[in-house]
């Protein structure tokens, strides 16, 4: 902490003292306010200073202080609450001796209440005539940069109560993160979709290719994992007979940190009977377009630089043709579809390539690296890439001409995945060969491969129908939505590494709690 900051939590201090001093209440429990800020803003922004002096409006309320002006009997305040701004105007003579005295004392970023009514300056600037003031808080930390707004990233990450009180932009990207995941909830519910809740802890972790955090229930002396997918929960319930289910649902996985992937992140997940992978993207283009007219009131949006409709249809993009197409134009020589089919080829493409393959990685998992290495970041407007290999979709349904291909899409906007969805595999003995296949490949080193799932099988075994379903990064989503270049930039607290203080000279190391992370 700066001297100059020091110095101005002192005086802030001093100013609170006194405000006790004079009897005032320093932390009052509540204050009637007959609106906010934005709603009186909303219903008589827009008035004339005639139309206001004919027909007086008085209001009741609060906000926090952005702005003090003082000119000795005539005083002007910028409240604001987070989303609107509005003035304050008092005249000694016009409210109560103890109110001025609050007045004198007030610092930026305390919260007060103001009544009076509504009128425009001599300027025209809409504001309260108060006839009351009234001390909420007091603010003994500064806000930063004078109030006109948080620059320096990390700290908006890690103290996100401050990024909302002074950036509007970051307010509205969370605003249109709710409008988002409220129009999804409606989208869904008008198809008789239900929403349900799976568990959060895990016996085993499944439903994605993840690695997981682990956690021990000391009860049951049992481990548990925290889910990294709701999936195979929600299937379950479709054996039961719930033929339309969605769960917008928090996962976590124990991987990397980057501008797209956070441990902790929300996602949706629904399922429907009788449906197939072509009737999930079909349905998923109307969904993303409905919550982008939703959130945001247009279906086309802007992200770095770039204008992405989002009017389907989307193209369509098989899997091994766009890597074997880009993987020719990268080496100069030709590279074909079957070659990323035999193992021993698509190895060679992918040394060529300088891309790293795992020890036990079959083509279907090497043609997989390849597209994600050559082709993901250019797929900026919506594309659904389709045909996975079935080595690299555990609980996928196989094409009926193809069985080294599955019904499996990927939707991609921005340059990322931001769905991910399939026919669901509902055979049980095909579904534990795939589970053995899993296994084989954790004993080669892969720790993100399924385990079997005893339970699941034996739900399969009591008949699955034939199912689609789809995941949905709630998250990127929302970034598209935004223009926002990271995932922490939605997510209100991110993950990030814990800061780490220079200790006292002879104290231990000490680290602030875990709360953010690079």
């Known amino acids: 902490m700066s001297h100059d900051e020091n110095v101005q939590i002192a005086q802030r201090r001093e100013n609170f003292e006194a405000l006790r001093a004079l009897g005032v209440v320093p932390y009052p429990n509540r204050f009637d306010a007959s609106d906010s800020l934005s709603a009186i803003v909303a219903a008589h922004g827009s008035r004339t200073g005639e139309?206001?002096?004919?027909?007086?409006?008085?209001?009741?309320?609060?906000?926090r202080v952005l702005s003090i002006r003082s000119f000795g009997k005539a005083n002007f305040l910028v409240l604001s609450d987070g989303a609107s701004r509005l003035q304050v105007y008092l005249r000694q003579d016009a409210v109560p001796a103890l109110d001025f005295q609050v007045f004198s004392l007030l610092d930026f970023g305390d919260v007060v209440g103001a009544e009076g009514r509504l009128f425009r300056t001599r300027t025209g600037e809409f504001s309260i005539w108060a006839s009351r003031l009234v001390f909420l808080v007091k603010s003994f930390r500064p806000l930063p940069e004078k109030w006109h707004g948080?620059?320096?990233?990390?700290?908006?990450?890690?103290?996100?109560?401050?990024?909302?009180?002074?950036?509007?932009?970051?307010?509205?990207?969370?605003?249109?993160?709710?409008r988002t995941i409220a129009a999804i909830r409606t989208f869904l519910n008008e198809r008789g979709f239900l929403e349900v809740e799976t568990p959060m802890m895990q016996p085993m972790a499944g439903g994605a290719l993840a690695r997981p955090f682990v956690t021990h229930h000391n009860a049951l002396d049992i481990p548990l994992y925290l889910r990294i997918a709701p999936e195979l929960y929600l299937k379950r319930l479709v054996v039961g007979g719930l033929e339309r289910v969605y769960e917008i649902n928090r996962n976590f996985r124990n991987e990397g940190i980057s501008t797209q992937h956070n441990p902790e992140f929300t996602m949706l997940e629904y399922y429907e009977a009788y449906a197939d992978a072509g009737k999930v993207m079909a349905d998923i283009e109307q969904l993303v377009v409905?919550?982008?007219?939703?959130?945001?009131?247009?279906?086309?949006?802007?992200?770095?630089?770039?204008?992405?409709?989002?009017?389907?249809?989307?193209?369509?993009?098989?899997?091994?043709?766009?890597?074997?197409?880009?993987?020719?134009?990268r080496l100069g020589r030709a590279v074909?579809?079957?070659?990323?089919?035999?193992?021993?080829?698509?190895?060679?493409?992918?040394?060529?390539?300088?891309?790293?393959?795992?020890?036990?990685?079959g083509a279907g998992r090497i043609a997989t690296a390849i597209f994600e290495a050559l082709c993901e970041a250019d797929l900026v407007q919506p594309t659904f890439v389709v045909d996975f290999p079935t080595e690299v979709s555990p609980l996928a349904k196989q094409r009926?001409?193809?069985?080294?291909?599955?019904?499996?899409?990927?939707?991609?906007?921005?340059?990322?995945?931001?769905?991910?969805?399939?026919?669901?595999?509902?055979d049980p003995a095909e579904q534990r060969r795939r589970f053995e296949a899993q296994l084989r490949q954790r004993d080669a080193g892969d720790a993100e491969a399924h385990g079997m799932d005893e339970d699941y099988i034996r739900a399969l075994e009591f008949g699955l129908p034939p199912t689609g379903g789809v995941g949905v990064g709630i998250d990127r989503l929302v970034m598209v939505l935004t223009d926002s270049a990271s995932i922490r930039d939605v997510i209100l607290f991110p993950l990030m590494r814990p800061r780490r203080r220079r200790p006292a000279e002879g104290a231990g190391p000490e680290a602030e709690p875990p709360g953010a992370g690079e």
């Open 51 to 63: 139309d206001l002096d004919a027909t007086p409006t008085h209001v009741r309320a609060a906000g």
């Open 150 to 178: 948080l620059q320096d990233v990390e700290t908006r990450y890690r103290q996100r109560y401050l990024d909302l009180m002074v950036n509007e932009d970051s307010r509205r990207v969370f605003e249109v993160r709710s």
């Open 290 to 329: 409905h919550a982008a007219r939703a959130a945001v009131g247009r279906e086309t949006v802007t992200f770095g630089g770039t204008d992405i409709g989002l009017t389907p249809p989307y193209p369509r993009l098989a899997l091994r043709e766009a890597a074997a197409r880009r993987a020719s134009e």
């Open 336 to 361: 074909s579809e079957a070659d990323l089919r035999d193992r021993d080829t698509a190895a060679g493409v992918a040394e060529a390539l300088g891309i790293d393959v795992l020890p036990g990685a």
């Open 400 to 426: 009926p001409d193809d069985p080294d291909t599955v019904e499996r899409f990927e939707l991609y906007i921005g340059g990322f995945e931001v769905s991910n969805g399939f026919s669901e595999l509902n």
